[in-house]
């Protein structure tokens, strides 16, 4: 958590070795027996949350067994993770891109796991008829990107809690995903009634 939080306020290209042993209360040498540099730290902060989100979606997105109120119950998880998980999502979301190509594909394999399990669930709602006829990445690249921005704008002090952001935002999304009902015919909606035709010789 050291490392974690170092690179969150000074930022990982300001922290340096020195500084994670110096907070741990162990010498460089200690922390080079275990990690080959700072990248390889960033990488296990970041590879650590990605497997914890992993699980955390896939749990909520089976909790019921009603497949569109477990993605809206996902969604809202996911964003309120901001609150417990602040440090690691600025990682995750900014500070990754700073990594060597050693750990890069490894980041985007984790990365797209996360997308799977979303695509996976909008693409079932899509042939139930349950959604709207999209293309299932189009609505999970935009569903990522307002979860992720959440985090930069979002301040635990600010006139909005994080829990009415979270289930405002997950009705912004299924209001804009799911499909609309069926329409249900109604007096109103029936042609108007013809008077009957008269016989010839009853007309006057």
């Known amino acids: 958590m050291v490392a974690r939080d170092l690179f969150f306020t000074h ?12 907070g741990i209360g162990l010498t460089q040498a200690a922390i080079y027996y275990h990690f080959t540099g700072k990248d390889e ?8 949350f990605t497997q914890s989100l992993h699980g955390i979606l896939l749990r909520a ?8 109120e477990d993605l809206r119950r996902a969604v809202r998880a996911h964003i309120l993770l901001s609150r417990t998980h602040f440090r690691e999502i600025k990682l995750v979301t900014e ?12 980041v985007r394999q ?12 909008v693409a079932e709602l899509i042939a ?38 979270a289930d405002q935002t997950v009705s912004l999304l299924t ?4 499909a609309d009902p069926p329409a249900v015919a109604t007096r109103s909606s029936k042609p108007p009634m013809r008077p ?9």
């Open 11 to 22: 930022g990982f290209a300001s922290a340096s070795m020195r500084d994670i042993a110096a």
């Open 110 to 121: 984790r990365e797209l796991s996360i997308y799977a399990l979303y695509r996976e669930r």
């Open 95 to 106: 500070d990754k891109k700073l990594l060597g190509p050693a750990y890069t594909e490894r």
């Open 196 to 204: 009957p035709t008269l016989p010839r010789g009853d007309r006057k």
């Open 61 to 68: 997105l089976h909790a019921s067994g009603d497949p569109v």
């Open 128 to 165: 139930a008829g349950l959604c709207r006829p999209l293309a299932p990445s189009v609505v999970v690249f935009n569903m990522l990107a307002m979860i992720n921005f959440i985090f930069q704008w979002y301040r635990p002090d600010g006139q909005l809690q994080l829990e009415d952001i």
């Open 41 to 48: 730290i960033l990488f296990a902060l970041v590879d650590a």
């Open 175 to 178: 209001r804009g995903l799911l």
